[in-house]
């Protein structure tokens, strides 16, 4: 029979998790609580009173057509990266799976794009699609293409897209790679004898056998394109031109830090909240399902 | 349906050799094992005629084909895995018929045929079924399916019954030969196994480090091992090792201790010369009579129910041996056996390089 184990009550247990506790409530409990309490409160033009309005914040969101077509604009966006860079990823994974020489130096190379903090690469690509200074811009002048990012707003949103999308290529890379070495070689090997080529085994054994990676990545990709990108899309186009590439994070500074409307700004940002959790109830419901071998 | 020519056939990663020069004709619709122990290359060699491997030098043919720079998918082979490789995402029916959609046999084709397959292997009930939700023994009928199904003119196996317990091993064992005798199918067979070897194969190939050792039958293995390492891997309990030393006159071996055993042939052209001798268990005998013999201090006695086996020391050299002797007995520690063997089933070995030594 085990023994019942019982401690002296002391201070020390509390004592190691007091600093996860305290980050946890200063930086995500309090200004989570805080969004909640100003999304109900309206702010004078001066920033002297506020007054208490429940939900008005919230049905005056509803109803104006900037924010949904900022909420439009957003899912374009997140599904755009997601898929540019998933597929990119997969591409390249489904590559490194096949070199034996030298893998270990392509596969650290691949990943190096990850530890690339989101505002240095919204830069980069800045630099290089400069309308006057680009590499970029400058090729596609003498291809006979003139681009400028700052006028035209579907030419922004392409840059903000892959910006956003080259960022993540490492991290689904490596993913897609480590799920597809979890697959059996002899599957392969038996569908290579079955008479199956390199792309038929791709699509017929490979990507079904690595869709809980897929699911996966999917989701955790919206989540990124969704909250994490502010960073580049302050980089690349301060949300312009014409608000072309405002995608939902950045209407919630863009309204609140700018345009000083806390109280709309707030519930933005609580509607954002809720998709996060509801996002990460998705991923723990079914991301567990496993196809097992 | 096909016969595999090997000429020469050497695998080397690099540096490191691991199979040297193979030779091998296999004639269409035999069924041949390649056996040895872990680590001697009968899997490299296996998927070398698969095509999974590269062949480093020498050539291979399957039906006349030189095959050595042609795709698996294009020599008209299937191969059975030890873990089976069903694809875990498609039911029992698409597992068979996923060869044959590429090849792109009509449908109905392709639904006659796994029918029939599933009908031989008595997997009907399963067809819907996904692989996880069979037990070990119906995923191997699965993976032999797929593999009759899809009608190739050479079988590959390795090693396919390792992951079964032992009675499904012997039941599936006997189903494998069934079925190979009644498809007519070329089949190379690998495994660990010697009591797999011994029972499925019409010749076996015995691989050691990468060398052939012997090719032959299960019986000529049996009787007549050309090498101390062939003598020991075939057979069970394996055979007994003495050192001993052939006499002056060739007609005896001397063993140290002073024990000595005659000879069934005049080994006179060995005179003087040490040799490892070897005797299967089963061939040692108690004998009461006058004839000629030795002792056998017992040590431990093991019953197997239909044998019993019996180890001790011999004669006063103090070697270990083993003796099966049939039926129960009742044997103590510390008794002291009358053996004798008949010289015909006495193996002479060199000791140095373990080849046979004939008269």
């Known amino acids: 029979m085990l023994k019942r184990v019982h401690f002296?009550?002391?201070?020390?247990?509390?004592?190691?998790?007091?600093?996860?506790?305290?980050?946890?409530?200063?930086?995500?409990?309090?200004?989570?609580?805080?969004?909640?309490?100003?999304?109900?409160?309206?702010?004078?033009?001066?920033?002297?009173?506020?007054?208490?309005?429940?939900?008005?914040?919230?049905?005056?969101?509803?109803?104006?057509?900037?924010?949904?077509?900022?909420?439009?604009?957003?899912?374009?966006?997140?599904?755009?990266?997601?898929?540019?860079?998933?597929?990119?990823?997969?591409?390249?994974?489904?590559?490194?799976?096949?070199?034996?020489?030298?893998?270990?130096?392509?596969?650290?190379?691949?990943?190096?794009?990850?530890?690339?903090?989101?505002?240095?690469?919204?830069?980069?690509?800045?630099?290089?699609?400069?309308?006057?200074?680009?590499?970029?811009?400058?090729?596609?002048?003498?291809?006979?293409?003139?681009?400028?990012?700052?006028?035209?707003?579907?030419?922004?949103?392409?840059?903000?897209?892959?910006?956003?999308?080259?960022?993540?290529?490492?991290?689904?890379?490596?993913?897609?790679l480590a799920a597809m070495q979890s697959i059996p070689k002899s599957l392969i090997e038996a569908a290579a004898i079955d008479g199956a080529g390199p792309t038929r085994r791709f699509f017929s054994i490979i990507f079904p056998l690595i869709s809980p990676t897929t699911f996966f990545l999917m989701v955790i990709n919206v989540v990124f394109a969704f909250f994490e990108t502010f960073g580049i899309v302050h980089a690349v186009t301060q949300g312009g031109p014409a608000k072309a590439t405002e995608i939902l994070v950045y209407k919630v500074f863009n309204d609140g830090f700018i345009g000083l409307d806390l109280g709309g700004s707030a519930a933005q940002s609580v509607i954002l909240m809720l998709i996060v959790i509801s996002l990460t109830v998705i991923q723990f419901r079914y991301v567990e399902k496993k196809v097992d071998y | 349906m096909a016969e595999i020519h090997l000429n020469k056939v050497s695998k080397s990663y690099g540096d490191v050799a691991v199979l040297h020069d193979i030779d091998w004709h296999i004639r269409d619709g035999e069924f041949v094992v390649i056996v040895g122990p872990s680590g001697c290359g009968k899997s490299t060699l296996l998927r070398m005629i698969a095509g999974l491997e590269k062949i480093t030098q020498g050539e291979a043919s399957i039906g006349n084909r030189v095959v050595n720079d042609l795709e698996p998918a294009e020599r008209d082979i299937a191969m059975v895995f030890q873990n089976y490789a069903l694809y875990p995402h498609m039911s029992v029916y698409n597992n068979m018929a996923y060869g044959l959609k590429i090849k792109g046999v009509p449908k109905d084709e392709i639904e006659r045929r796994v029918n029939r397959t599933a009908e031989i292997l008595e997997i009907g009930d399963y067809l819907k079924r996904s692989p996880r939700q069979l037990s070990g023994g119906q995923r191997q009928r699965v993976a032999m399916g797929r593999a009759i199904v899809r009608e190739p003119s050479v079988f590959l196996f390795d090693e396919p019954l390792s992951n079964l317990d032992a009675k499904l091993r012997v039941q599936m064992r006997l189903e494998i030969k069934k079925l190979q005798e009644r498809l007519g199918i070329t089949s190379v067979y690998v495994t660990h196994d010697q009591v797999e070897a011994m029972t499925l194969g019409h010749r076996l190939m015995v691989l050691n480090g990468g060398h052939v050792e012997q090719l032959g039958t299960p019986i000529e293995l049996y009787e007549r091992p050309a090498t101390a390492f062939v003598a020991g891997f075939i057979g069970s309990p394996s055979m007994n090792f003495l050192d001993a030393k052939i006499s002056e006159d060739g007609k005896e071996v001397e063993f140290p201790g002073g024990n000595t055993l005659s000879l069934a042939q005049d080994f006179s052209k060995h005179a003087n010369r040490p040799v490892n001798v070897g005797m299967r268990p089963e061939h040692l005998h108690v004998d009461d009579s006058n004839a000629e013999k030795t002792s056998h201090t017992v040590d431990v006695v093991e019953h197997l129910g239909a044998d019993t086996l019996v180890h001790g020391t011999f004669g006063n050299g103090g070697s270990d041996l083993t003796v099966r002797l049939s039926g129960i007995r009742t044997i103590g520690q510390g008794e002291v056996l009358p053996l004798s063997i008949d010289p015909k089933n006495m193996h002479l070995f060199d000791p140095d390089d373990g080849r046979r030594l004939e008269a």
């Open chain 1, 8 to 176: 002296e009550p002391s201070f020390l247990p509390f004592l190691l998790v007091a600093p996860q506790i305290i980050i946890t409530v200063v930086f995500f409990i309090w200004p989570a609580s805080q969004a909640l309490y100003q999304s109900l409160l309206v702010e004078d033009a001066f920033g002297l009173s506020s007054e208490f309005v429940w939900f008005d914040n919230f049905i005056e969101l509803f109803g104006d057509e900037h924010y949904l077509g900022a909420f439009q604009r957003t899912i374009f966006f997140s599904f755009s990266v997601a898929f540019l860079s998933m597929a990119f990823a997969l591409t390249l994974a489904a590559m490194a799976d096949r070199v034996i020489k030298g893998a270990t130096t392509y596969r650290t190379f691949l990943i190096w794009p990850y530890a690339v903090a989101p505002v240095v690469s919204g830069a980069l690509w800045v630099f290089m699609f400069d309308p006057t200074l680009g590499i970029f811009t400058y090729t596609l002048g003498v291809l006979g293409y003139e681009w400028n990012h700052k006028l035209n707003g579907g030419e922004a949103m392409f840059l903000v897209i892959i910006a956003s999308a080259w960022k993540q290529v490492a991290y689904n890379f490596l993913f897609f």
